[in-house]
Antibody, heavy 123, light 107 residues
Framework: QVQLQESGPGLVKPSQTLSLTCTVS??????????WTWIRQHPGKGLEWIGC???????YYNPSLKSRLTISLDTSQYQVSLKLTSVTAADTAVYYC???????????????WGQGTMVTVSS | EIVLTQSPATLSLSPGERATLSCRAS??????LAWYRQKPGQAPRLLIY???IRATGIPARFSGSGSGTDFTLTISSLEPEDFAVYYC?????????FGGGTKVEIK
C-alpha cells in the first residue's frame, strides 16, 4: 500500500532554510498524475495547506508562503521535497505530506497522509 | 481565500449519542467539502469528501450533507474512537483551506 514518510531536522534557527523530505513507497511518484502535497499544523492549532506539485513539475503554492517556498520532486529517489526560506517562530509546526484522493487534480481532499514531522524554529 | 467556520468549538456527548457538526464557508464551495477526524498525536484521517462520499473504510455511522456555504457532518452513534477533533476542508478555491476544528469530547 502507499505510504508517506516525512523527514528532516527537528530544529531550525530563525532566518535559516527549512528543508524537509517526504519519501513515498508503494507507488511511483511519476505515475498516476497525483499532486503531492504539503500541509502543516501549528502546535495546538488547525491545519494549513502549504502547496503541491505534479510529476510534470506543475506547482500550486499558498500565497501566504509563496515568496519563501519551493516544492520539488526527485522521482529517482521517490521523494517530494519542501524548502522554506527565512523561517521564523511562526513556521514552528508539524509538517505533513499527503496524497489526494484522485489523480490530475491538485485541489482535492487527501486520503493518504504521512505521520508528520515536528519542526521547531528557535535559536 | 475562503474562510471555513466550524461550530461548535467543543461538543460534549456520551458514547452512543448522535453528533452534529457544522461547517460554514465564507463563499460557496458548491459540493467540494471534506471532513477529517484527528486523534491526538496522529495525522488527520479523511472521513467524507465532496460533501457526502465516505472515504474507503469509513463506517456508515458517518454521513455528510449540505451545499454551497453550509455543511454538516453527522455521527449517528458515537464510538469511543470518535472522541477527537474534526476538521472540514474546501477544495473549490485556491488556496485550499481548513476550518478551525470541532473537538468532540466525552461528557
Amino acid at each position: 500500500q502507499v505510504q508517506l514518510q516525512e523527514s528532516g531536522p527537528g530544529l531550525v534557527k530563525p532566518s535559516q532554510t527549512l528543508s524537509l523530505t517526504c519519501t513515498v513507497s508503494g507507488v511511483s511518484i511519476s505515475s498516476g498524475g497525483y499532486y503531492w502535497t504539503w500541509i502543516r499544523q501549528h502546535p495546538g492549532k488547525g491545519l494549513e495547506w502549504i502547496g503541491c506539485i505534479h510529476y510534470s513539475g506543475g506547482t500550486y503554492y499558498n500565497p501566504s508562503l509563496k515568496s519563501r517556498l519551493t516544492i520539488s520532486l526527485d522521482t529517482s529517489q521517490y521523494q517530494v521535497s519542501l524548502k522554506l526560506t527565512s523561517v521564523t517562530a511562526a513556521d514552528t509546526a508539524v509538517y505533513y505530506c499527503a496524497r489526494p484522493t484522485s489523480q490530475g487534480v491538485g485541489n482535492n481532499a487527501f486520503d493518504i497522509w504521512g505521520q508528520g514531522t515536528m519542526v521547531t524554529v528557535s535559536s | 481565500e475562503i474562510v471555513l467556520t466550524q461550530s461548535p468549538a467543543t461538543l460534549s456527548l456520551s458514547p452512543g449519542e448522535r453528533a452534529t457538526l457544522s461547517c460554514r464557508a465564507s463563499q460557496s464551495v458548491y459540493s467540494y467539502l471534506a471532513w477529517y477526524r484527528q486523534k491526538p498525536g496522529q495525522a488527520p484521517r479523511l472521513l467524507i469528501y465532496d460533501t457526502s462520499i465516505r472515504a474507503t473504510g469509513i463506517p456508515a455511522r458517518f454521513s455528510g450533507s449540505g451545499s454551497g456555504t453550509d455543511f454538516t457532518l453527522t455521527i449517528s452513534s458515537l464510538e469511543p474512537e470518535d472522541f477527537a477533533v474534526y476538521y472540514c476542508q474546501q477544495r473549490n478555491n485556491w488556496p485550499l483551506t481548513f476550518g478551525g476544528g470541532t473537538k468532540v469530547e466525552i461528557k
